[in-house]
Structures are given as C-alpha cells and as structure tokens.
C-alpha cells in the first residue's frame, strides 16, 4: 500500500479480463467498458485513481482522459486520493441513523484517531461515510473491501478492526466477525 | 401462511445452484416459452397477469413491453436495473444473492419476448460479491444450455452480461442508467424519445426492474389469468416487501398484494411488531422518497377505512393524507424517532444524490439540507418551516428526471404531519442541538406547554 504508482500497467491476468470485459459490448461501443475497468483498476492499483492511472484506462479503451476523469469524478465509488489498506465504508443513511449509525461510526472515529474522511498514519485504516447501501434490514453496517459487515455494534467493530488491522488483510475476503 | 411465488424455493439447500434450482422446477418457464409460445404470446401472458412495475413507479409491464418499437432494424435490448438505492429497498439484493437463477430464468424469457440477443444486468457497483453469483449462475445457465446460442433447440440466441455501476442513485433512473451503461456520467436524458424507441445505443430498449422480470417466471408458468387473482384490484400478484426500522422483525418478506397493513406490520409471520416497549410514530411505506404517514393515517384512511398493502390503498387520499407502495421499501419509525433529523438525513441523501444537471435540484436539495441543519441543530426559525415547503414546491416537477420529485416528497409530506414537531425545535433549540433523539418523546407535552 502507498501512494506512488511507479508502473501502470495491469497484470496479465487482469488485462485478459479488462479485454473479456471489452468484448461484452458492441463494436465501437467499448466505452461501454468504462465503469468495469474503473473498478478492475482500483482493486488492481492501491485502491484508488491516479491520473496515471486513468489515463491508463482511456489508453486502453482508445477514449479521450477527460472521459474517464468526468465518470471517475461522478461516481462515489472511486477513491480520487489514496486510501489505507482497509477502507470502512459506513452507511449513514435512514435505517441505519435509527439503528446507531451516527454512534457506530463516531467510536470508531475514536477508536482510530482518525474522523471520516481520513487515514491513519500506518496507512492501515481509511474511513468513509456513504449513502445508504441496501441493507436497511441488518443496520447498523459498513462495506470493507468485496463484503458488507452488518449489525454493528460497538464490540464488533473492536473485533472487526482488531482481525482487519492485521498484514494478511485482502478486502477480497470474507472475514467472520 | 401465504402464499410464494417468488421465494417458494428460498429454504432449499443449495437453491442457489442450478442443478439443485433445476430440480426444483426450475427454469420450466423457458421451456414452456420457447418450444409451445411465440414472443407476442409471452408479452399477452404478462399482460393479462396485471404485473406492475416493481421498481417503483408500478407501470404495468406488459404496456412497457407493448411500446418496444419492433419495426427498428436495430438491435433491441432488455436491461435489467438491479441498481437498488432506495434507503429502505434491499430486496433484489435478496433475491439476486440467494436465488439468482430465479432472475436468469425471468431475464431469458422476457428477453426472448422482447427480441433481445443481448441483455445487460446493470447492479450497483456496491454489491461486488452478487456480481459473482451471478455471473456463476449465468455461466452455469449457459453449461446447461439455457443462454447462448440456438436455446433449448429454439433458434434463439441469448447472452447475459453483468454490469456494475459506480455508486451513483440516480442510475437506477431508466435513461440515466441508460448513460452509465454506455460508459457515461449518469445524467438522466430528456424524454421522449424513450427508451422503447431510442435507448441503449440509441437502440429500442426496456428497463426493468429485477423483481419485475424475477415475477414474469410464476406468470408464465401458472398463466397471466391465473397469476392475475392473485391480489387486490389493479395490485394483482404477490410482492417482496423489504421491512426495517424499529420492528421486532426486520427483512425481506413476500406478500400477497391487499394484506392489510395491520397483518404486515404486527403479526409474527411478516414484521413481528414494533420493537418491545414502543410505539409506532409513522411509516414510510414505499422507498424514502414516499410521503410519510403518521401510525393513525397509516392503519387507516383519512375516511377510516383500514389500510392495505396495494398501490391503491396506500395511495388512497392522494399525498395529502396517503402515499404510495413504491418499491416497497417499508420503514417503520417508532416515538423515540425525531422526524426533523429523519428529513435531514433524507434529505441530504437526495442532496448528495443529485446529478447536478437541473438547477431546481442541484440548489433546491441542497438549500433544504442546510435549512434541515440549523433545525435539527436548534439554530432555526420559524419562517425556515415554510421556506422548506417554498423550496419543495419549486423542484417538484420542474426537473428532467423524478429525483427533484423524490427530494421534494417528503419534505412537504414530514412538515404536513409533523409541524409542531419542526416548531418544537424552534422553540427548544437547547433541546435539540445535543440530544438527537432523546428529545423527540415529550415534544408534544412540552410545546403544548408553551402554546398554552
């Protein structure tokens, strides 16, 4: 985790996928491709979007940057500036706010030293605050990583940033709490 | 115990998988369709059945479908919106993540209906982990030869593709999703053209929610006729309703549309009651963006008439003393809620949300957040209350898209029910600014106090 990006340039693997992903679309409608890549690039590359690294992506779907700049800039899903290792997303929204969201998210502000919005010195925890993401059922809850963490409580979340502050952390995993 | 349709599966081991979801029933839609029906027969099928939209807007399906333009030399598309936002709507992500094939089964033979060789799921991009169930559950359908090419023998050909979004609520607008799928930023287009004429890739295309083509499977394999007594009225069929707030019970149930709202909300097969020691205060019965009820005009009509679990129940008295099924996003508040943070918190999501693209919103979301603010925080004033109203008056309808109507809904509909509640906070700042909630269940008492 940091925040230079000395080499852009996906994996092979990762481009045989960003090539699988192109092909879904018609042909010269492979800007089509653009939200797919955007977030196979910000799992591939630190986590968030560099302008290297979205020009990257516009040299990869023969579009001009300010195309990927003005998608990458709209949607709340990709990070602008780096991010920790483990980025906690916490919903604020509606049930969650009736079920201690504001509580959930100011002990863990504390608990870190951090507020939302920003990360810890070791790079290790980034917090965020969004709009509601579809789990008003099992409040209060946040998205770390591929997975959503629900029923926050207090105790939870000591042992969520307990186990997710150790160096084996992959945001691709399911980590049972 | 009612009766399912959709989630008639749902506790069987395995059901995610498409052997196990096969030897259940599975997929018989498909075969029935493509080997005994023609395209135009399907789209009869779904007519009949009454099916609305189960998105939101309750559209009948059947009329979308009737709009396609099929004279278009063009490619048609099917796109299916699993771009779920709604503070208050989780239940396509309860259906696509633990009956997928369910979505797959209803995405084929609604594509096959509308003449779409390829259709795209297009699901917010939050819930990665669904992306792979689905795309398993494509890639298994395929193996056993239910996508891809010459279907089943048929001479039909099908490719589903997953789509992921960006977090952005306004996408689960139809033309705005429209422009995220082309790889755009998501701003709503103006209509017409619609999409059943001008669409993806300026393409004939429909837009469909993911519980909408999820129920054309039930209708064809029971028939539109039959599938049609189910219900109440013009609400036939049955319906996901997606409950939370402060409710014994929260989660995604499935109902027969004409419960009264009574059964749904207290009884111990659906929401299990409001949460022990309390008291229901009001219901926000179909999404955030619908007008909220207070619990006496939830139960009832303004006229007394017990309230029911249909479009036209809950609309009953239009917005001044009803509201609206939605997409059945159900949040049960109960006293200890404060319903001016509530419209806050409401009201900055839509804020947040705006596209940016009509003036009304963009300004109009954002002024009502700052004004909700200082309210909530013991720094407004009486004249803010109408200001409020003033501005949801000026964005309503004046915006290309519904979000400006989403926003605006329940800012009028929170002040009209609950006004001396915004007054309380306007006499009792030192009440409000360091107690959110606390404050909210002697309000009455004490601003009856003050008026006396």
């Known amino acids: 985790m940091g925040t230079v990006q000395s080499e852009i340039k996906f994996s092979e693997e990762k481009l045989k996928k960003a090539q699988e992903i192109i092909s879904r679309y018609p042909e010269s409608r492979q800007k089509s491709a653009l939200l797919p890549i955007l977030h196979l690039a910000q799992r591939e590359f630190d986590g968030w979007l560099s302008v290297p690294v979205m020009d990257y992506v516009a040299t990869l779907l023969n579009i001009k940057p300010i195309e990927v700049y003005e998608v990458a800039t709209f949607y709340t899903m990709f990070n602008l500036k780096p991010v920790g290792k483990c980025l906690i997303e916490f919903c604020r929204t509606g049930p969650c706010m009736h079920n201690r969201a504001d509580q959930i998210i100011e002990y863990t502000e504390k608990k870190l030293g951090i507020k939302v919005g920003e990360t810890t010195t070791d790079n290790k925890f980034s917090l965020k605050a969004v709009e509601c993401l579809g789990a008003c059922g099992y409040a209060p809850m946040a998205q770390i990583g591929k997975f959503y963490y629900e029923h926050l409580t207090e105790e939870k979340m000591d042992k969520i940033i307990a186990r997710l502050g150790q160096e084996d952390f992959n945001p691709d995993n399911k980590y049972e709490i | ?452």
Not at chain 2, 364 to 383: A, D, Y
Request: charged share 25%.
């Open chain 2, 1 to 452: 115990m009612a009766r399912k349709l959709l989630l008639e599966n749902i506790n069987v081991p395995g059901v995610k998988s498409f052997n196990v979801y096969r030897a259940n029933g599975g997929y018989r839609s498909v075969e029935k369709a493509l080997k005994t029906m023609s395209p135009d027969d399907v789209m009869e099928e779904v007519k009949k059945s009454g099916l609305r939209g189960r998105g939101g807007a309750g559209f009948p399906t059947g009329m979308k479908w009737s709009f396609l333009d099929r004279k278009s030399d063009k490619p048609r598309y099917l796109v299916c919106n699993a771009d779920e936002s709604e503070p208050g709507t989780f239940k396509d992500r309860f259906l696509m993540e633990y009956i997928p094939h369910l979505l797959i089964e209803g995405l084929i033979v609604s594509s096959y209906s509308l003449g779409s060789n390829t259709t795209y799921i297009y699901i917010r991009g939050e819930y990665r982990w669904i992306v792979d169930i689905l795309e398993n559950a494509i890639a298994e359908a395929k193996h056993n030869g239910f996508l891809g090419k010459n279907i089943l023998g048929s001479g039909y050909d099908l490719e589903i593709y997953v789509q992921p979004g960006g977090g952005a609520y306004i996408c689960g607008e139809e033309t705005a999703l429209i422009e995220s799928l082309e790889g755009k930023r998501g701003n709503p287009r103006m209509k017409p053209p619609f999409p059943a004429i001008s669409g993806l890739y300026n393409c004939p295309t429909v837009v469909n929610n993911v519980e909408t083509l999820a129920t054309v499977v039930p209708i064809i394999n029971m028939g539109g006729d039959e599938y049609a007594k189910i219900g109440v009225g013009r609400s036939t069929g049955t319906k996901l309703i997606s409950a939370c707030g402060h409710m014994n019970k929260p989660g995604v149930y499935e109902i027969e549309l004409g419960l009264p709202v009574d059964e749904f909300l207290n009884s111990d097969e659906y929401c299990g009651g409001i949460r022990a020691g309390h008291t229901l205060k009001a219901v926000v019965p179909g999404g955030s963006s619908v007008p909220i009820l207070p619990a006496e005009l939830f139960y009832k009509t303004k006229e007394g008439v017990a309230r029911l679990m249909s479009y036209e129940s809950l609309s009953e008295g239009g917005f001044a003393s009803g509201s609206m099924l939605g997409s059945g996003g159900f949040i049960a508040m109960d006293e200890t809620t404060c319903i001016v943070r509530n419209l806050w918190n409401f009201t900055r999501f839509y804020h947040h949300e705006s596209c940016g693209q009509c003036s009304p919103c963009r300004e109009g979301t954002g002024w009502m957040e700052k004004v909700l603010h200082r309210l909530e925080h013991g720094h407004g004033s009486m004249s803010d209350i109408d200001l409020l109203v003033d501005i949801a008056k000026k964005i309503e309808g004046n915006t290309i898209c519904p979000l400006g109507d989403a926003a605006a809904w329940p800012v009028a509909s929170h002040i009209r029910h609950f006004r001396e509640e915004f007054e309380y906070h306007v006499k009792f700042p030192e009440k409000v600014a360091h107690s959110p909630f606390a404050h909210s269940v002697d309000y009455k008492r004490e601003l009856n106090t003050v008026l006396q």
